[in-house]
């Protein structure tokens, strides 16, 4: 059959040419590419999850309300059925719709990280998703936003970029943004970094809510896949 194939293409473009040459209206452009459709496109003014109503949890509604467009509960569903191994995407991707910016970073991390390495169009729309929930405050997509600056830079211009927005974003809400820093610090990827520097980042890191940097002298041992 690949035999068969490779002449008829043959013939075909030769007539394709001979056309093209005897006629004189030019071959139409071909129709221009549609751009990936992005979720950041779709998302209205974004919320913290400040204040987020989690009594669904209580009571095992969370899914029904989540069906009924309550962003919070689309979160805390999402949560349970990744811990269950299921199909959680699409539940933070709906919070993310439904407002709440959480929801937008954890669908943009599936994006990046679920699997790597990840075509260009989704680290690019996980970027902008990550650039949204920081707008709106959301200590997580700060902190994504720096990951993803730390991970790609690969001149000292860029470099000094991602170390100066985690600074800013570690000062600011302190938490997780103080660790990731400490992480890309540890790992010799944002410039060079004292142990002392790292613990008292991942010292602020605890004082300021973020439970898994507490008793910890390294950073790398806090995140359960410090590779990425």
Not at 184 to 196: F, I, K, M, N, V
Request: glycine residues 8%.
């Amino acid at each position: 059959m690949r035999d068969m194939v490779v002449p008829m293409f043959r013939a075909w473009t030769s007539w394709l040419v001979l056309t093209a040459c005897s006629s004189s209206k030019p071959l139409a452009p071909p129709p221009p590419r549609e751009k990936p459709v992005c979720l950041a496109d779709q998302v209205p003014d974004l919320r913290s999850s400040e204040g987020a109503d989690t009594n669904c949890e209580g009571d095992g509604t969370c899914e029904a309300r989540c069906n009924d467009g309550i962003a919070d509960a689309c979160v805390l569903h999402a949560s349970a059925v990744q811990r269950a191994g299921g199909d959680y995407a699409p539940l933070y991707a709906r919070a993310c719709t439904l407002g709440l910016a959480i929801g937008c970073t954890n669908y943009g991390a599936w994006l990046w990280l679920a699997h790597l390495p990840a075509p260009p169009s989704s680290e690019i729309c996980a970027r902008r998703l990550f650039e949204k929930a920081c707008e709106a405050r959301e200590p997580w997509g700060c902190g994504m936003v720096g990951r993803m600056m730390a991970e790609n830079a690969r001149s000292p211009t860029e470099r000094d970029a991602a170390r100066r927005h985690f600074d800013a974003t570690c000062n600011v809400y302190g938490g997780v943004n103080c660790r990731m820093f400490a992480l890309y610090l540890e790992r010799g990827q944002l410039g060079d970094a004292q142990p002392a520097t790292v613990r008292a980042l991942l010292l602020r890191a605890c004082e300021s809510g973020d439970q898994k940097a507490c008793g910890h002298d390294t950073a790398a041992e806090t995140f359960a896949n410090p590779s990425r």
